[in-house]
Nanobody
Framework: QVQFVESGGGLVQPGGSLRLSCAAS????????MSWYRQAPGKERELVAQ????????NYADSVKGRFLISRDNGKKMVYLQMSSLEPEDTAVYYC?????????WGQGTQVTVSS
């Protein structure tokens, strides 16, 4: 079955960096566009970044452009999110999924907390 396991979150100070990882299984990984979403307390889940099946054609939410970088390794069935210049507003649970996201279950996510 389709499964996503996110990792790499944690507590970081404003201005710091984190690298999130997502291990995917149960489908032909390279055939799907992949994405990172996040959900902050009391808010709806929002799309943060997405990447094409071949590793190109990336898109980012305006709020993270220039600070976040999405990448993937098709051989390892992994997708990554490198986050820099983190702000308190980036605090959320981060999830990965394939596109469109309503075709696969969500993983448990990984908590990112940006605080001094």
């Amino acid at each position: 079955q389709v499964q996503f396991v996110e990792s790499g979150g944690g507590l970081v100070q404003p201005g710091g960096s984190l690298r999130l990882s997502c291990a995917a299984s149960g489908f032909v990984f390279s055939s799907y566009r992949m994405s990172w979403y996040r959900q902050a307390p009391g808010k709806e889940r929002e799309l943060v970044a997405q990447i094409g099946g071949g590793g190109g054609n990336t898109n980012y939410a305006d709020s993270v452009k220039g600070r976040f970088l999405i990448s993937r390794d098709n051989g390892k069935k992994m997708v990554y999110l490198q986050m820099s210049s983190l702000e308190p507003e980036d605090t959320a649970v981060y999830y990965c999924n394939r596109m469109p996201p309503n075709t696969a279950p969500w993983g448990q996510g990984t908590q990112v907390t940006v605080s001094s």
